[in-house]
């Protein structure tokens, strides 16, 4: 763990004052312990010279006892005696009490002051013997040896005593010694052990102070750098201290206040920084107020505007922080503001942009939604309606494939697969749908990818087309009873061939008979029958024949009506003109001017049309038989809008009265012998042209002509 | 080379009668053999039933055949004809009442080498007749007969 420079310093100095306090403590205990040594030292001294001193005057005492003895009586030596006496009790009791803490050495001065006092006592009476010339006690004495037994033992214990002593003081010094090395050894290491930690300290101070330098060099230059930011942001920025007091300002500041840094420094912001409610006029409240009160980022009310120092107006928006130091504490506040004129009309025109938007979408009768990564995103109120949802919260958030059948939900979501997977859009499909409460409705979507924030989704609109499958499926039904009846009719068609068939074999055999019979008997039989006879037999065959043409004539009308059409191009101009041909190749005699409009072509089954030419063409011939300088034309004519085409003849024409009876089958408007015919050839032309959706008729008058125009329309009407 | 052999498939008895006439009137002397339907023209041709016995290896120079018959129709006759050996190159005539395209169609996409539609009017019948008998007994080769 890195400790910090104060705490590096102040364990430094504490373990210095213990390292002193230990010092102090070892030191005055060394010092003491030093005392008593050299005390205990002294104290051997004395005892031993007490020793020495006890030794000394008995010995003295003994000498002059002696001396006494031996000069019988001379004062000198009584007077050296008591000299020697003097103060010996006194020595004694000291020596018995220097002793006192050492109990073997307390034994030894007992025995020693005993032998002292025993001997003492001997020369006081040795001394009283001489003064009495007792020479009883005198020669008692000697012949105890005097007191020189117990003087021998009194020097051995002398001897003995202070050796202990000097052994013991040997010990004291020694002690006295070791204790002064001691102390050396406990100073150097506390030399040592200082400087180190000085050292220590010393390093930590020096990089601390480096540190500190480099510190507030970049502060300096983040102070520079901090700025140039401001002067160079492009929003004002104002900032106060805790009393709302301007402390700085950016040049945009500046500009937008009106106030140069110079005067506002120092001044409440609501003098500088002056904002009203554009609506209501009142002022606004400033939010460095705000932030001082509550300590959190404001963002500023909408429609603000700043009055500058002049009095102008400017819509601003913005917001203010706190401005915390390193503790937290808040230390003032930075205001940042810019005028929003520009960007207030960007956000008219986005949200005028927006509404139109929104009026596309919520509008359109077609359900609308977006959807990320499958889940609803946005619902119009077309959807919300769709799908049974009260609000588009009913949705929002929902799977989109919840709302289709699970019948075909797969295809569903392989669609969505399709979408995610890059395709732009999909094509339409229809669903079975499922509203919020369950039940269905067929729907169609389709989807446009849309992706968002890197999230795959799309647009996808939704029709409701149960009306429409409704619709299907009537017209489905329709088509069914339509194909029924096409095919009833079908039936209707075969048996009817199949009638035209036996029609065509059955009644056509009998006719032959008849007309063959007739034949054979007037040719093998011809000289027995009269010319009644013959005559008769002829007009049997006329009529079996006319019979076989009528036969004809109504079964090819039923085969035109049946026949499948073949549509392709007809040149009917060309068709015309060959038939006219053809007519006049048979009939060389007849002079008729034929007049075809070239190239009117058509599209539609050309075996059919030219069955039309003929028959029409045919007439025009055969009606204009008898009429001088006849005439027959093809061409064209507008008739309300479209085109009809007429062939016109000058020939008998025909009266009005029976324009309706014309198109009927086996209705003629002349006799047999004045024109023949059938009667049926207009009806098949009728059929025909009905089959490609004409129309045909015709106008006329007795004696000048018939016209008889037709229309064709490709599509065959049913 | 032998003489000339015709069959006349057809069940109404009056245009056999009437045919057999024509072919009179118009000098042929050729052998006309008459089935009165399908079932006795293939007897014919392949000499089984009332044929038992016949040398089928002569056949007709040419085959009149009506197309409606009872028992076996004149197309399905055709046809038998068509994918025998014997009979694949006998030359076939049909005879038609009415001028069914389907009937017509048919024919000749079984191998009909021609058709005549009886017409009413019996004198066109015979002239009919008369050319076809011109055209396929007189200028057309007969088939080599097999064997």
């Not at chain 1, 205001?335 to 960007?343: I, S, T």
């Not at chain 1, 015919?677 to 042209?689: D, E, P, S």
């Not at chain 2, 498939?9 to 339907?37: H, M, Q, W, Y």
Request: one cysteine or more.
């Amino acid at each position: 763990m890195e400790l910090s420079v104060q705490k590096k310093l102040v364990v430094g100095f504490t373990g210095i004052a213990l390292i002193n306090t230990v010092v102090f403590l070892s030191m005055y205990a060394n010092t003491r312990q030093r005392t008593h040594a050299n005390a205990l030292v002294a104290h051997t001294l004395d005892v031993q010279a007490r020793v020495l001193d006890v030794l000394a005057r008995t010995t003295e005492a003994q000498t002059s006892a002696r001396g006494f003895l031996l000069t019988k009586g001379e004062e000198k030596y009584a007077s050296d005696y008591a000299k020697a006496t003097i103060g010996i009790e006194e020595a004694l009791t000291r020596l018995h009490q220097l002793v006192s803490d050492n109990p073997p050495q307390q034994q030894r001065v007992k025995e020693y002051i005993t032998l002292a006092r025993d001997q003492l006592n001997i020369y006081q009476r040795v001394i009283e013997a001489v003064k009495t010339s007792d020479r009883d006690t005198l020669a008692g004495i000697i012949a105890a040896g005097g007191g020189e037994p117990a003087m021998a033992e009194m020097r051995n214990l002398a001897r003995e005593l202070n050796a202990e002593e000097g052994k013991l003081l040997v010990e004291r010094q020694d002690s006295f010694v070791a204790a002064g090395r001691r102390s050396l050894l406990l100073m150097l290491a506390v030399y040592i052990l200082i400087h180190g930690i000085l050292l220590g300290l010393m390093i930590t101070l020096h990089r601390e102070l480096k540190r500190r330098f480099a510190a507030e060099k970049a502060v300096r230059a983040s102070e520079e750098s901090l700025s140039v930011t401001l002067d160079s942001i492009g929003d004002g920025v104002l900032a106060t201290d805790t009393s709302g007091r301007v402390t700085r300002m950016n040049p945009v500041a500046e500009q937008l206040t009106g106030w140069p840094i110079a005067e506002a420094a120092g001044r409440l912001v609501s003098e500088v920084f002056r904002i009203v409610n554009e609506q209501t006029r009142e002022p606004a409240e400033i939010p460095v107020e705000c932030v001082l009160r509550t300590g959190a980022v404001v963002g500023l009310a909408n429609h603000t505007a700043l009055i500058r120092r002049d009095g102008s107006e400017n819509p601003i928006a913005d917001s203010a922080a706190p401005i915390r130091n390193v503790d937290g504490q808040t230390i003032g506040v930075v205001l940042v503001f810019r005028e929003v004129g520009a960007e207030r009309r960007a956000q008219q025109a986005l949200e005028a942009s927006e509404t139109l938007f929104r009026a596309a979408t919520e509008l359109t009768p077609h359900g609308l939604l977006i959807q990320r990564e499958g889940k609803f995103v946005y619902a119009n109120p077309s959807i919300v309606t769709l799908l049974g949802a009260r609000t588009q919260d009913d949705l929002i958030g929902k799977p989109v494939l919840d709302f289709i059948d699970p019948e075909t939900r797969e295809l569903g979501r392989a669609r969505i697969l399709q979408l995610d997977a890059g395709a732009k859009t999909i094509p339409p499909m229809q669903h079975k749908c499922l509203r919020l409460d369950g039940s269905s409705f067929w729907g169609e979507t389709t989807a446009s990818a849309y992706e968002q924030d890197g999230k795959a989704g799309a647009v996808v609109v939704l029709h409701d087309i149960s009306a429409q499958k409704e619709a299907d499926e009537k017209i489905r039904k329709l088509n069914e009873e339509l194909h029924d009846r096409a095919r009833d009719l079908e039936s209707v068609n075969k048996e009817l061939e199949a009638f035209s068939y036996s029609v065509s074999h059955d009644l056509r055999a009998p006719l032959r008979a008849i007309d063959g019979f007739s034949l054979a008997l007037m040719e093998d039989y011809h000289g027995q029958l009269d010319i009644t006879a013959q005559n008769y037999l002829q007009r049997v065959r006329t009529a079996t024949q006319r019979m076989g043409v009528l036969i004809d004539a109504m079964l090819n009308m039923s085969r035109m009506s049946r026949r499948a059409l073949t549509i392709g191009k007809v040149n009917l101009s060309e068709i015309a003109q060959n038939i006219l041909n053809e007519l006049a190749e048979y009939d060389p005699n007849r002079k008729v001017t034929c007049d075809v409009v070239p190239n009117l072509e058509v599209e539609g089954d050309p075996e059919l049309l030219r069955n039309v030419l003929q028959n029409l063409l045919q007439n025009a011939w055969k009606f204009t038989r008898n009429t001088e300088d006849a005439r027959i034309e093809f061409k064209d004519v507008r008739n309300n809008g479209t085109t009809a085409f007429c062939i016109r003849d000058n020939g008998a024409g025909f009266d009005m009265k029976y324009a309706d009876k014309l198109f009927s089958p086996f209705q003629r408007l002349h006799r047999v012998d004045e024109f023949e015919g059938t009667g049926i050839g207009l009806a098949t032309i009728q059929r025909i042209v009905r089959r490609h959706g004409g129309k045909i008729w015709a106008d006329g008058a007795v004696g000048k002509g018939a016209t008889f125009y037709f229309t064709l329309n490709t599509t065959e009407a049913a | 080379m032998n003489q000339m052999l015709i069959l006349l498939v057809e069940d109404n008895p009056d245009d056999v009668e009437l045919t057999i006439r024509g072919f009179k009137k118009n000098n042929f002397s050729n052998e006309i053999v008459i089935a009165r339907d399908g079932q006795e023209a293939l007897d014919f041709l392949y000499g089984t039933g009332d044929f038992e016995g016949r040398d089928s290896t002569r056949q007709p120079t040419l085959v009149l055949l009506d197309i409606n018959l009872p028992r076996i129709g004149g197309l399905e006759v055709l046809r038998r004809m068509r994918a025998d050996d014997r009979t694949r190159r006998v030359p076939v005539v049909l005879l038609t009442s009415s001028k069914e395209d389907s009937d017509i169609k048919a024919g000749y996409d079984l191998g009909a080498n021609s058709y005549v539609r009886k017409p009413v009017d019996f004198v066109q019948f015979t002239e009919a007749v008369r050319q076809l008998n011109l055209y396929w007994l007189l200028l057309n080769e007969p088939v080599p007969s097999i064997g």
